[in-house]
RNA sequence: GGGGGAGUGCCCGAGUGGUUAAAGGGGGCGGACUGUAAAUCCGUUGGCGCAGCCUACGUAGGUUCGAAUCCUACCUCCCCCA
């Protein structure tokens, strides 16, 4: 029969890149189930409104959404604007700022913007979870409560280990899985994703459902996607992000400084790629046949050709070959306009200039700058601290720091 | 309410009277190499037109020829008991 072959077709590209499905065989059945019965699978992704920068990692869940849409299920992206405002404790920071209601809403437009250069929105149910919650009685909630136990709760071990380190624990962060549960139950989800972290929230929604004798979602965790740094989670805080915002060029660079170890993860979890194909290019990096080099510019051209178009995507490539591998100055330089007027004696002090131009921040790190050779004017390295040039002859000259920083001086 | 501990450079963390602008690590920056802003190696990382000077070890005072190191007060954080 077919629809073995098809299930495990569907379980390949839903497994791909996950960290744990709960159960997995209970997942295998409601997809059989659902071919069966030509019923798609109702799978849902919470995300809390919280932050205007978003970043890669925030692709990860987004990425997973769009596998199981293109199987045919139907996802549903919940805007958690009612939890936003008690903010998840996962990530134990406890100086959480509460956030005004435009500010959740303008992240949450901002959120759905982003999902939309992953999923087909058009095709996907795009829901606030103050729909279902914030109606809900004290008395409602009590009754919610009850069908937890403390010890249950207890289990999730940032809980239970900043209990015992004495850490403050609020009562309402208690209620926070509680309230991602009931999303689970409003909806009928039959799978629920999310980050590793959310694990705990995740099988609060599966006991719930069971507990109100309803049928309960599988859970699928995903890994928290490595920043440039290839050590921890990709976070704004760490700067090791890199940013939905940012250009191009820059985004496609920052793909780039990913170890060669760590692309994998990307490729599986953000790329967009089938896993045959993934499967196919590991290989010939194995084999010899692609260099990582190469392997990686493939995953920075489809990364920034999701945010931004193949044309510009592969613009920035051809930028990057042309810095990086060529060592040539990139064909935009910005400029930076001197007024010869503020150097009456028509002397530049090349350590003032450079601080002028943003390249070093003290006149002390301007010089270590020039020491190290890190300074060059028109292709020509600096190496005399007390340089002075007359400003009318540094019109048009491309100053240039370190490896890819660059600047073109003009005249006012 | 009682008892105890800690605050050091961007971060972590040594240092308990004198070559200490402060070990070591991380991060950043620069260089070399290269297949890339990978990896690896090396250098550098308070300020100042810098062979010198100034400012720095929670804050403010004090002891001393001399303090991050000793004393006093204050602030902040943490732990134990109630």
Redesign the pocket.
């Known amino acids: 029969m077919d629809i073995e072959k098809a299930v495990s077709e569907q379980m390949e590209l839903i497994s791909m890149g996950a960290v744990e499905i709960i159960p997995v065989e209970e997942l295998r059945e409601k997809i059989k189930r659902s071919i069966e019965s030509s019923r798609p699978l109702t799978v849902k992704l919470g995300v809390d409104p919280t932050r205007p920068d978003l970043h890669l990692g925030h692709s990860v869940p987004l990425t997973k959404l769009k596998h199981f849409q293109q199987l045919g299920h139907q996802v549903v992206l919940i805007i958690g604007d009612f939890t936003a405002l008690i903010g998840d404790p996962s990530e134990q920071d406890e100086t959480r700022p509460v956030l005004s209601p435009e500010d959740v809403e303008a992240n949450a437009r901002t959120y759905v913007e982003q999902a939309s250069k992953i999923i087909d929105t058009s095709r996907a149910r795009i829901v606030r979870n103050s729909e279902w919650l914030a109606p809900l009685s004290f008395r409602d909630v009590i009754q919610l409560a009850s069908k937890f136990t403390v010890a249950r709760i207890m289990e999730r071990d940032d809980f239970s280990r900043r209990l015992k380190?004495?850490?403050p624990l609020g009562l309402h962060e208690f209620l926070y899985p509680l309230m991602q549960a009931y999303d689970s139950v409003a909806l009928d989800a039959d799978v629920e994703i999310g980050g590793t972290d959310q694990k705990f929230n995740l099988l609060a929604g599966r006991n719930l459902q069971k507990s109100l004798g309803k049928s309960p979602q599988c859970i699928i965790t995903l890994p928290l996607l490595v920043g440039t740094?290839?050590v921890q989670k990709m976070s704004k805080s760490l700067s090791n992000d890199i940013s939905l915002t940012d250009p191009p060029?820059?985004m496609f660079?920052?793909v780039?400084?990913?170890?060669?170890e760590v692309m994998w993860d990307y490729y599986a979890l953000i790329s967009g790629l089938k896993p045959r194909d993934i499967e196919e290019i590991r290989m010939a990096v194995e084999a010899g046949e692609i260099?990582?080099?190469d392997a990686?510019e493939r995953l920075a051209i489809e990364i920034v050709k999701r945010y931004y178009s193949e044309k510009e995507a592969f613009s920035a490539a051809e930028e990057?070959k042309r810095i990086?591998?060529e060592r040539k100055v990139p064909t935009e330089v910005p400029v930076y306009v001197l007024d010869p007027a503020d150097f009456p004696d028509a002397?530049v002090?090349i350590?003032?200039l450079l601080v002028r131009v943003n390249f070093a921040t003290?006149?002390?790190?301007a010089?270590?700058?020039i020491h190290?050779?890190?300074i060059s004017i028109d292709g020509e390295s600096v190496r005399d601290v007390?340089l002075?040039v007359n400003p009318q002859d540094l019109k048009g000259k491309i100053i240039q720091?370190?490896?890819?920083?660059f600047i073109k001086i003009e005249l006012k």
Request: no cysteine; aromatic share 8%; charged share 50%.
């Open positions: 380190e004495n850490r740094d290839g060029d820059e660079g920052k780039m400084s990913i170890s060669d260099s990582p080099r990686k990057f990086f591998r002397k002090w350590v003032d003290t006149k002390s790190e010089r270590r700058l190290e050779g890190g007390n002075e720091k370190g490896k890819r920083t």
